[in-house]
């Protein structure tokens, strides 16, 4: 069965910058939309960031707007998010998550994926 992991979370001070990856096993991500969301406890998942298959689209919710930028290593079949000027706010769990939906858009509506990983967590705090 398709499995997706993703890795770099840790202990970032406010405005110090962060980089996670999604990687998976059981598919090819370079076929897949993907999108990474987070969820604080007691909160809903929060969607932050999607990148089509198709080179040249991407869409960023406005909380994490000109901070967050999210990209593929075509290389090693990964996702990754590079986090800048991280805020005590943006700590949570990070999730990406993946679906085989049209090549040439994306979105970051929770129930429109089909795989997720388990989660990394990202603390921001001084």
């Known amino acids: 069965q398709a499995q997706l992991v993703e890795s770099g979370g840790g202990l970032v001070q406010p405005g110090g910058s962060l980089r996670l990856s999604c990687a998976a096993s059981?598919?090819?991500?370079?076929?897949?939309?993907i999108g990474w969301f987070r969820q604080a406890p007691g909160k809903e998942r929060e969607g932050l960031a999607c990148?089509?298959?198709?080179?040249?689209?991407?869409f960023y919710a406005d909380s994490v707007k000109d901070r967050f930028i999210i990209s593929r290593d075509n290389t090693n079949d990964t996702v990754n998010v590079q986090m800048f000027n991280l805020k005590p706010e943006d700590t949570a769990n990070y999730y990406c998550a993946a679906d085989l939906g049209r090549p040439s858009w994306c979105h970051i509506i929770e129930n429109g994926y089909q795989y997720w990983g388990q989660g990394t967590q990202v603390t921001v705090s001084s």
């Open positions: 990148i089509a298959s198709r080179p040249g689209t991407e």
């Open positions: 059981g598919l090819f991500l370079g076929d897949y939309t």
